[in-house]
């Protein structure tokens, strides 16, 4: 069965750094999306992704965040300079028009020190 | 702004118990209604999707409901087994011109099976 995948699982990072967190949405999705779970706390919305630009944003997703598609299979979300509140599960999602149920991946675990 | 609420926050029933999970949210105008599985530290399964023309949905034990006019969903789950011990998630979906929108959750239920 199709799957998207996420990578890696979990990082540790400094505040300050740089983040790139890796998903390989299911082939043939044509929506793309990341969200957050903050430990303890709900799945939020972060960005939508169509047609090669971002379709909508919430108020979470602010300058330091940008989303990517670089080659046909990739799409990456990267944090330009991660704070400690950044910590949480980072799922990518995926979605088409004819079975439009959004299949979820295992989730980035990232932990800010 | 779409508020999706969940309750009970969580339950423990004995094994082999018919069970109810409420879902509720303040903005009928949905395109779709989508129940997720979550273990601890893991990813989301989706259960079962419901499109807004749909009043349920049925796969194996499980059995999804909806009423749009009144904001409620609901997933029974019968004859309960410790295997279903997780959290369960409600999510809405609004489809906009622009095509499938995000995602809007609830909190969710963390169910415990006991054996």
């Known amino acids: 069965e199709p799957e998207v995948t996420q990578t890696p699982s979990h990082q540790v990072t400094q505040m300050g750094q740089e983040v790139i967190l890796r998903c390989v949405p299911i082939?043939?999705?044509?929506?793309f999306y990341w969200y957050r779970q903050i430990l303890g706390q709900k799945v939020e919305f972060l960005v939508s992704f169509y047609n090669n630009e971002i379709s909508e944003k919430s108020e979470i997703f602010d300058d330091q965040f940008s989303v990517e598609r670089p080659d046909g299979s990739n799409f990456t979300l990267k944090i330009r300079s991660t704070k400690l509140e950044d910590s949480a599960m980072y799922f990518c999602a995926s979605s088409d028009f004819v079975t439009p149920a959004a299949f979820f991946g295992q989730g980035t675990r990232l932990t800010v020190v | 702004k779409q508020e999706v609420t969940q309750i009970p926050a969580a339950l423990s029933v004995p094994e082999g118990e018919n069970l109810v999970l409420n879902c509720s949210f303040t903005?009928?105008?949905?395109?779709?209604l989508q129940w997720f599985r979550q273990d601890p530290g893991k990813g989301l399964t989706s259960l079962l999707l419901?499109?807004?023309?749909?009043r349920e949905q049925t796969s194996g034990r499980l059995n999804a409901s909806l009423d749009k006019s009144s904001g409620r969903s609901t997933l029974y789950i019968a004859a309960s087994q410790p295997g279903d011990s997780a959290t369960y998630l409600c999510a809405t979906r609004k489809l906009t011109q622009g095509g499938s929108e995000k995602l809007v959750f609830g909190k969710g239920t963390k169910l415990t099976v006991n054996p």
């Open positions: 419901i499109q807004s023309s749909q």
């Open positions: 082939s043939n999705h044509l929506y």
């Open positions: 903005d009928s105008a949905i395109y779709n």
